[in-house]
């Protein structure tokens, strides 16, 4: 079935790189998305990449794919306090309506 | 543009009380969901409607119902409340950009006692 796994916690200190890990089971899937979520709000995309693509990177923020082994990561680089918060990794199977979502990981961004 | 909007942000109930979250959304997106969040296990989705007219069972559906009113309204109800419902309540939308990506309400943090 359709599962997306990840760590639930990390803690880096301000300045570092984040690297959040994700791995997907769905290989039909066509974009494969990060959602950032901050205390008490919704769910924001944050970056996403097409399945034909190996990485993608827009400003701080750097995506790898690695369709072979379905698995997706998430690299913050300098991790800013502002950081903190649930990162979610989901999946899009099959291109239709169902997205299925990881169960975070909260990141902690120390002084 | 509000994007999406949900109603109310907190709402106690019994166990066995009734109510309706409200979501409506102005982006003229077609697609519209509901979630619920609990802790360490993400996003599930309870019941998904890809256009007017027409909604889906998700992966937990038990114990919820859902209206799509109109293209920019989908209402999720819960007629006989239950603590295991506890939870804080996503509604999304999608429309058809490029990327397929999802939209998400602010949303409701429900509490059954």
């Known amino acids: 079935g359709e599962d997306v796994e990840q760590s639930l916690f990390l803690s880096v200190r301000e300045g570092d790189s984040s690297v959040i890990n994700c791995t997907y089971t769905?290989?039909?899937?066509?974009?494969l998305y990060w959602y950032k979520q901050e205390p008490g709000a919704g769910l924001q995309l944050l970056t996403y990449i097409f399945s034909n693509m190996d990485m993608k990177q827009d400003q701080r923020l750097t995506v790898l794919l690695n369709k072979k082994d379905k698995h997706l990561s998430l690299r913050i680089a300098d991790t800013q306090t502002g950081d903190s918060a649930i990162y979610f990794c989901?999946?899009?199977?099959?291109?239709?309506?169902?997205?299925?979502f990881g169960p975070g990981t909260r990141l902690s961004v120390l002084p | 543009n509000a994007g999406v909007t949900q109603t109310p942000k907190f709402q106690v109930l019994k166990t066995g009380q009734s109510m309706t979250l409200q979501c409506a959304q102005d982006?003229?997106?077609?697609?519209m969901y509901w979630y619920r969040q609990d802790p360490g296990m993400g996003l599930r989705l309870i019941y998904y409607s890809a256009s007017e007219g027409t909604t889906d069972k998700g992966e937990v559906p038990n114990g919820y119902n859902v209206s799509r009113l109109n293209k920019r309204e989908f209402s999720l109800r819960l007629e006989s409340a239950a603590p295991s419902q506890t939870s804080v309540y996503f509604c999304?939308?999608?429309?058809?950009?490029?990327?397929?990506?999802?939209?998400f309400g602010p949303g409701t943090r429900l509490t059954v006692l």
């Open positions: 769905d290989s039909s899937s066509t974009y």
């Open positions: 982006m003229n997106h077609n697609s």
């Open positions: 999304a939308s999608r429309g058809t950009h490029s990327n397929n990506e999802q939209f």
């Open positions: 989901a999946e899009n199977p099959y291109y239709g309506q169902n997205f299925v």
